[in-house]
């Protein structure tokens, strides 16, 4: 989860919640509240490309391992201090980002 209320996860969840979006169906998150981001820098990471295609054909293969959902197509987030909104996701990571600087001054 990132500061803004949107998701970073595993490629396909924004496609299962633009879906979801479409059939009117609410998107719930379920994480930890510590897996909130103080930041909106968006995690990168790739696979390895011949793990989807290894073959001659002179093609670029992007082989991405995680996708950004807006936080519009999210009606929540369930974490152990509760159902969190968007307000609370950010109340979340300022807490998040205050603690982090907490830590730099030691």
Same mark, same amino acid.
């Given at each position: 989860m990132l500061a803004d209320g949107s998701v970073v996860s595993k490629v396909? !969840? /924004? =496609?299962?919640?633009? $879906?979801?979006a479409r059939e009117n169906v609410p998107l719930w998150v379920v #994480?930890?509240? $510590?897996?909130?981001?103080?930041?909106?820098? %968006? +995690? !990168? @990471?790739t696979a390895d490309?011949?793990?989807?295609y290894d *073959?001659?054909?002179p093609v670029r293969v992007v082989t991405p391992v995680f996708? +950004? !959902?807006p #936080?519009?197509?999210?009606? *929540?987030? %369930? !974490? @152990? /201090? =509760?159902?969190l909104d968007g307000d609370d996701v950010r109340a979340v990571a300022a807490q998040h980002r205050?603690?982090? /600087?907490?830590?730099? /001054?030691e």
């Open positions: 396909g !969840t /924004r =496609g299962v919640a633009l $879906a979801a #994480a930890a509240a $510590a897996k909130i981001r103080p930041d909106e820098r %968006v +995690h !990168t @990471e490309p011949t793990d989807l *073959g001659d054909a996708d +950004h !959902t #936080a519009d197509l999210v009606a *929540g987030v %369930v !974490t @152990e /201090r =509760g159902v205050e603690n982090a /600087r907490w830590a730099e /001054r």
